[in-house]
């Protein structure tokens, strides 16, 4: 079955303290996103990657990073959480960027940092 | 710059009525344009997108939109709301030129149902 798929679904965390969040496409898309949101304010792309070895900055990247070091993987890393991150993250792929291709979703990380 | 409206955080209708979710668009050139849904607790799905063919797309689960240039507008609408529509919906345009494809969502629309 094609899909996204992101671990944990849920993780409550402290100030400071390291984190990972994982984020898989079996499609071979070449791109992928990562978003958060927050009520009231929809989604926000908060880093995305055109290809392996290729990423950049999206509308709030504050406090995150990633890496892609293969195509079916893009890790999203809080060095050290603040309250501020606490939001639900989606991971996305498609195809490629660029004509119109469809974006698909993973089912979400709810992240608390205490 | 990009950027999308969508008019009413939130929108009740009774079952059987007309459902119309709004949503206007800023490009500086001709757009992509999307509608996803979100069920309480999941991921995002789309519904329809409109990608310069037709005007009026058909999309799943009877929604369907219309993209007018002249009003920029891509409003989302169902002629008989089910209970199952119950849910948040995004709007989101995706600029053609270049590389630069990314989504810019608007603010989310969360449709009500009412038996």
């Known amino acids: 079955e094609a899909q996204v798929t992101q671990n944990p679904r849920y993780l409550i965390t402290v100030t400071g303290k390291k984190l990972t969040v994982t984020c898989s496409q079996n499609?071979?898309?070449?791109?992928m996103s990562w978003y958060r949101q927050d009520p009231g304010l929809g989604l926000r792309q908060i880093y995305y990657?055109?290809?392996?070895?290729?990423?950049d900055k999206g509308d709030v990247p504050e406090g995150y990073k990633v890496s892609r070091k293969e195509k079916r993987n893009f890790p999203l890393i809080l060095e050290s959480p603040s309250p501020n991150q606490t939001s639900l993250y989606f991971c996305a792929s498609s195809l490629r960027v660029a004509g119109g291709h469809t974006q698909y979703f993973g089912p979400g990380t709810r992240l608390t940092v205490l | 710059a990009q950027s999308v409206t969508q008019l009413g955080s939130h929108v009740s209708v009774s079952e059987g009525a007309l459902v119309l979710l709004r949503c206007n668009y800023s490009?500086?050139?001709?757009?992509?344009l999307f509608w996803y849904v979100q069920y309480p607790n999941q991921g995002l799905q789309l519904l329809l997108k409109?990608?310069?063919?037709?005007?009026l797309v058909k999309g799943i689960n009877g929604f369907e939109a219309e993209f007018k240039k002249s009003e920029t507008s891509f409003h989302l609408t169902k002629p008989s709301a089910h209970m199952s529509d119950a849910a948040e919906y995004f709007c989101?345009?995706?600029?053609?030129?270049?590389?630069?494809?990314?989504?810019?969502f608007g603010k989310g629309t969360k449709l009500s149902v009412k038996p």
């Open positions: 409109y990608t310069s063919a037709a005007t």
């Open positions: 490009s500086s050139v001709p757009p992509y």
């Open positions: 989101a345009v995706s600029e053609i030129r270049g590389s630069q494809g990314n989504l810019i």
């Open positions: 499609m071979n898309h070449e791109y």
């Open positions: 990657s055109m290809n392996v070895e290729v990423t």
